[in-house]
């Protein structure tokens, strides 16, 4: 019960702090030329702050004649959604219908806090109350963004574009407890950081993941050999197994 307390703890700390920078994107969304009905369907359907953010960015440039490019944007970040599902899909287990509604709350947050946790249950607890928990929120502070943001002002001010980031990084540091994980994320941060200014968004977020898959595939490439390097020592370690091998 107590380690079920402290997913549930540590998922409603991540609910309140992305919660919060709904209200950023009600203000910036209404600010770009939406209403305030289209501004919650977006969120309501799209319901993916990073892509949502893109589509509103491009949109706001161009207006409706940038809407392909905005939507583009916004499906080149979401993309990084479908590598989520496939690590959450074992784990959620459940039906079609349990992993389609699954796929809707499948984000950053709900899966960092769900593989954060070891035991398969508590993964599930995390999952889904962090999931479900920010779409509400979410959708709660777009709506009072949207209705407030003349009175809001600039959301920088307020601090609220770093809460969700700073909340993804606090589940993020934990897990880098080996110099590997240090490594491969601050490579991809570097590929990131250096090519947002050229590329359209959501293409130096896939860049950056093709880090952690490159790295992944050399040490797949390397299993193998050290596997029989390991099997050979085995037997030449065993009671007869070098002039058994001969």
């Known amino acids: 019960m107590t380690a079920e307390r402290e997913v549930w703890r540590e998922a409603l700390g991540v609910v309140l702090a992305t919660s919060a920078y709904g209200i950023s994107f009600g203000a910036l969304a209404v600010a770009s030329g939406l209403d305030v009905w ?15 953010f893109a589509f509103v960015g491009v949109f706001t440039a161009g207006g409706l004649g940038a ?20 690590r959450m899909s074992p784990l ?22 769900a593989i954060s946790q070891d035991d398969p249950r508590l993964r599930r607890v995390g999952f889904w109350v962090t999931g479900v928990g920010i779409f509400v929120g979410w959708n709660i502070t777009t709506l009072i963004g949207a209705l407030v943001g003349d009175v809001l002002g600039d959301p920088r001010t307020w601090g609220l574009d770093a809460a969700a980031a700073a909340a993804f990084l606090a589940l993020l540091w934990p897990r880098l407890k080996q110099r590997q994980a240090v490594a491969v994320g601050i490579a991809a941060a570097v590929v990131a950081a250096s090519l947002t200014p050229f590329i359209m ?46």
């Open 38 to 52: 289209q501004t919650c369907v977006l969120s309501l359907l799209m319901f993916t702050g990073g892509s949502q």
């Open 201 to 246: 968004p959501g293409l130096p977020v896939l860049l950056a993941a093709a880090v952690a898959i490159v790295v992944g595939w050399f040490n797949w490439l390397g299993r193998p050999a050290t596997a029989a390097a390991g099997s050979a020592s085995a037997g030449s370690a065993a009671p007869g197994g070098a002039e058994d091998a001969r």
């Open 67 to 86: 809407l392909p490019s905005a939507i583009a944007s916004a499906a080149l970040l979401g993309v990084r959604n479908v590598a989520y599902g496939m």
């Open 92 to 113: 959620i287990g459940g039906g079609a219908r349990t992993r389609a509604l699954a796929a809707h709350f499948t984000i950053d947050e709900s899966t960092a806090v």
